[in-house]
């Protein structure tokens, strides 16, 4: 059986109705705000790729994507896991200019991931990245940016309470900003995911940085593919979410590499064979835009702003039959 999770005395404060009502508020209000925010421009997006373009994302370099032929085409593609390359190709295809960027509603399937309750190999995001210049690749910028985007979670919350007052959520505006190493050095005892979770219950709303390479201990704190974010310039935002007693996840994102630090991560992550796709033949002979970007859970986000106890409450899956029933038998409504 698959990892549940079953909050003692758990009740969903909306309806199945009223829950997929306040789905709808959520990411039209979402995708609304972060276009202001962030300066971003909607677009169309792929559900698959050509694997010989080098633009799927690796993910922790583990993950099988979900291929199929198209005989017509006379390839074999791949279901995306995520946008994070195709999107910076998009931006150099496209022509977008410093400051601009593109906000893209990705849907993806993840067949080798562990279900429980933040967990479906169903993954939908709102995928985005913008054009920077070379002296915005600093710290300081990646923490204004962050800020706005949990500023846009924030509001949206704000106006999601003016049609259902019923939900208590507070969240923190306050954003702390941690590095994996300074979270190892205070917490050397503890398991990555548990130091996570003390700190974002501390602070309420935090951001934890530079996720991929080794810390002192030898270990990297996650895994992060060694090819779109910069592994000294990236992080997750992440929230207390009270319903699971955990820190939630809702975006992985950062300021990607520009030619110099993905030679170098290529490097250390054992990939040097991927210097001859596309992709990254492009961007080391410095052809495509410097760019910061990232995903935005959106099932994520639902789930933090409803309350709700399981991803499934708020997004349409395939669970094992255990799960099924544990839930049904805990009143959690799975879609």
Same mark, same amino acid.
């Given at each position: 059986?698959?990892?549940?999770?079953?909050?003692?005395?758990?009740?969903?404060?909306?309806?199945?109705?009223?829950?997929?009502?306040?789905?709808?508020?959520?990411?039209?209000?979402?995708?609304?705000?972060?276009?202001?925010? =962030?300066? #971003?421009? &909607?677009?169309? +997006?792929?559900?698959?790729?050509?694997?010989?373009?080098?633009?799927?994302? @690796? /993910?922790?370099?583990?993950?099988?994507?979900?291929?199929?032929?198209?005989?017509?085409?006379?390839?074999?593609?791949?279901?995306?896991?995520?946008?994070?390359?195709?999107?910076?190709?998009?931006?150099?295809?496209?022509?977008?200019?410093?400051?601009?960027?593109?906000?893209?509603?990705?849907?993806?399937?993840?067949?080798?991931?562990?279900?429980?309750?933040?967990?479906?190999?169903?993954?939908?995001?709102?995928?985005?990245?913008?054009?920077?210049?070379?002296?915005?690749?600093?710290?300081?910028?990646?923490?204004?940016?962050?800020?706005?985007?949990?500023?846009?979670?924030?509001?949206?919350?704000?106006?999601?309470?003016?049609?259902?007052?019923?939900?208590? =959520?507070? #969240?923190? &505006?306050?954003? +702390?900003?941690?590095?994996?190493?300074?979270?190892?050095?205070?917490?050397? @005892? /503890?398991?990555?995911?548990?130091?996570?979770?003390?700190?974002?219950?501390?602070?309420?709303?935090?951001?934890?940085?530079?996720?991929?390479?080794?810390?002192?201990?030898?270990?990297?704190?996650?895994?992060?593919?060694?090819?779109?974010?910069?592994?000294?310039?990236?992080?997750?935002?992440?929230?207390?979410?009270?319903?699971?007693?955990?820190?939630?996840?809702?975006?992985?994102?950062?300021?990607?590499?520009?030619?110099?630090?993905?030679?170098?991560?290529?490097?250390?992550?054992?990939?040097?064979?991927?210097?001859?796709?596309?992709?990254?033949?492009?961007?080391?002979?410095?052809?495509?835009?410097?760019?910061?970007?990232?995903?935005?859970?959106?099932?994520?986000?639902?789930?933090?702003?409803?309350?709700?106890?399981?991803?499934?409450?708020?997004?349409?899956?395939?669970? @094992?039959?255990?799960?099924?029933?544990?839930?049904?038998?805990?009143?959690?409504?799975?879609?």
């Amino acid at each position: 059986m698959n990892q549940v999770i079953i909050p003692e005395n758990y009740h969903s404060v909306l309806s199945m109705y009223e829950t997929q009502d306040a789905i709808g508020i959520i990411k039209e209000m979402m995708q609304k705000k972060l276009c202001m925010a =962030l300066r #971003l421009k &909607r677009v169309t +997006a792929p559900l698959f790729v050509d694997p010989a373009s080098g633009l799927n994302d @690796d /993910l922790n370099g583990v993950e099988r994507p979900v291929s199929f032929e198209i005989p017509a085409a006379g390839v074999e593609a791949q279901v995306v896991h995520s946008l994070a390359k195709w999107k910076r190709m998009a931006l150099y295809r496209y022509d977008f200019r410093v400051g601009k960027g593109i906000l893209t509603d990705m849907n993806a399937i993840r067949r080798d991931e562990e279900l429980d309750n933040l967990h479906s190999c169903y993954v939908d995001q709102w995928d985005w990245e913008k054009v920077i210049d070379r002296s915005d690749r600093n710290e300081d910028y990646l923490k204004a940016v962050v800020k706005r985007i949990v500023g846009v979670i924030c509001n949206t919350l704000d106006e999601l309470k003016y049609y259902y007052p019923q939900l208590e =959520l507070e #969240l923190n &505006r306050d954003v +702390a900003f941690v590095t994996t190493q300074e979270l190892e050095d205070r917490y050397p @005892d /503890l398991t990555p995911k548990q130091r996570e979770n003390v700190f974002v219950k501390e602070h309420g709303t935090a951001f934890i940085m530079k996720i991929g390479d080794k810390l002192k201990s030898g270990e990297p704190h996650d895994g992060r593919a060694p090819d779109y974010d910069d592994w000294a310039l990236n992080g997750d935002i992440l929230f207390w979410h009270e319903t699971l007693g955990c820190a939630l996840e809702v975006s992985s994102m950062g300021i990607r590499v520009d030619a110099k630090s993905l030679a170098e991560q290529l490097t250390k992550a054992g990939c040097e064979d991927r210097r001859e796709l596309l992709f990254h033949k492009m961007l080391l002979e410095e052809k495509l835009p410097l760019t910061i970007g990232g995903g935005i859970g959106q099932s994520r986000v639902c789930m933090l702003l409803l309350g709700k106890a399981h991803v499934g409450e708020v997004q349409a899956s395939i669970w @094992d039959e255990e799960t099924l029933n544990a839930c049904e038998k805990a009143g959690i409504c799975l879609l």
